[in-house]
């Protein structure tokens, strides 16, 4: 062999030894690739589990959310106690007077005479720029008590020789209606009817006001019957 074909023994050992290394390198990675895949793939697969609890515990929770809105829980809720009902009371008394229709309408007409024949009226005034507005006070000693009321009243309208009527627009609640009835030329029948509140002094003896009242409004109508006849006299002829 001639020197030129020659290949020396140091190069071919040393090109193995590359040949070699270079293989060992390209199986490593090969190995570092896959175990780069698998660990990706395990990543994948943890993210994908994680992902999933995530989104059942949140799908758990939106139900439970969910339903948890129908749901009413009594010692989270402030119930404020509700505004007792007020009790009213009607009351009817009927009296034949003595004096013809039209005297006994006129004289009834007359508020602020009222209290000189109404065991329980103290005082009434009208008010002098608004005629169909008065203002009453009650004073009376009754179960054991000394009452005392006071309210604004609007008389609405009349019709005469038939009806006055009023209701309350301040202070103690109460409505009513005086009718007349033609018993003949010189009497007539008075129908007094009233409705009021019962005070909330007055709740206890409730059952017993009504015919408490019902026995002061027939006292009021026989001295009204005497009070229309001496008013019947002093009106001019």
């Known amino acids: 062999m001639s020197a030129t074909n020659a290949i020396p023994a140091s190069t ?10 270079a293989s060992s390198s390209a199986h490593i990675l090969r190995l570092n690739h896959k175990q780069l895949i698998v660990s990706l793939n395990g990543r994948r697969k943890s993210i994908s589990a994680s992902s999933s609890s995530f989104f059942s515990t ?5 139900s439970i959310s969910r339903s948890s809105r129908g749901i009413s829980y009594p010692s989270s809720i402030r119930i404020r106690p509700l505004s007792p009902v007020m009790e009213w009371q009607d009351v009817t008394v009927k009296m034949e007077v003595d004096v013809p229709i039209s005297v006994a309408y006129k004289c009834y007409s007359d508020r602020e ?7 329980f009226i103290s005082t009434v005034k009208i008010l002098e720029d608004k005629p169909d507005l008065s203002r009453w006070s009650l004073k ?6 000394n009452i005392e009321y006071s309210w604004l009243a609007r008389n609405m309208q009349p019709t005469p020789n038939q009806k006055i009527h009023w209701r309350s627009l301040e202070g103690l609640p109460n409505r009513g209606a005086v009718r007349f009835f033609p018993k003949g030329p010189s009497s007539c029948i008075i129908e007094l009817t009233v409705s009021y509140e019962v005070p909330q002094l007055l709740v206890p003896v409730a059952s017993a006001l009504k015919p408490f009242l019902e026995n002061l409004l027939s006292q009021g109508l026989e001295r009204f019957a005497t009070f229309a006849r001496s008013y019947s006299a002093d009106t001019p002829k």
Do not use: D
């Not at 071919?12 to 290394?21: E, I, K, L, P, V």
């Not at 949140?58 to 939106?62: E, G, K, P, V």
């Open 58 to 62: 949140y799908r758990f929770n939106s």
């Open 113 to 119: 005479a009222i209290p000189e024949w109404m065991p």
């Open 12 to 21: 071919t050992m040393s090109a193995a030894a590359t040949s070699a290394s």
């Open 140 to 145: 009376y000693k009754a179960f054991g008590q």
